[in-house]
């Protein structure tokens, strides 16, 4: 059975860290490229952030030196630190794979395979 699963959200001030995990099962990982998303109420899901097989990675401009995306072929496990947090940054937060390649332009509708999310809340 594939899974996804995501993890690592919570509540976090403004200027702080989290490090999201997004742990697949029942598929390997090698050979896909894994993507995170966001989706803010009454906004439409974004993608962030997404890391290739060949390690290459994509940043939107509004994370792009605050958040790192980086893979553990080993654990079969995805990993997005935030740091610096803001307020704009909370969201429910998603990874994604697609097998080949990504791009933060690639569509949510290409990827084989979701988690369920995890939320993150910024806050004072």
């Known amino acids: 059975q594939v899974q996804f699963v995501e993890s690592g ?8 860290s989290l490090r999201l995990s997004c742990a697949a099962s029942g598929f390997s990982l090698v ?12 906004k439409e899901r974004e993608g962030v952030s997404c890391i290739r097989s060949d390690l290459r ?3 939107i401009d509004s994370v ?10 080993a654990k079969n496990t995805v990993y997005l630190q935030m740091n610096s947090l803001k ?12 097998r080949g390649y ?11 395979y979701w988690g369920q ?3 993150v809340t910024v806050s004072s």
């Open 87 to 98: 307020a704009e940054d909370a969201a429910v937060y998603y990874c994604a794979a697609i």
């Open 64 to 73: 792009k030196g605050r958040f790192t995306i980086s893979r553990d072929n």
């Open 31 to 42: 050979n896909y490229a894994i993507g995170w998303f966001r989706q803010a109420p009454g």
């Open 9 to 16: 959200g919570g509540l976090v001030q403004p200027g702080g």
């Open 117 to 119: 999310g995890t939320q």
């Open 57 to 59: 990675t994509y940043y």
């Open 102 to 112: 990504c791009s933060t332009y690639t569509a949510p509708s290409l990827y084989d």
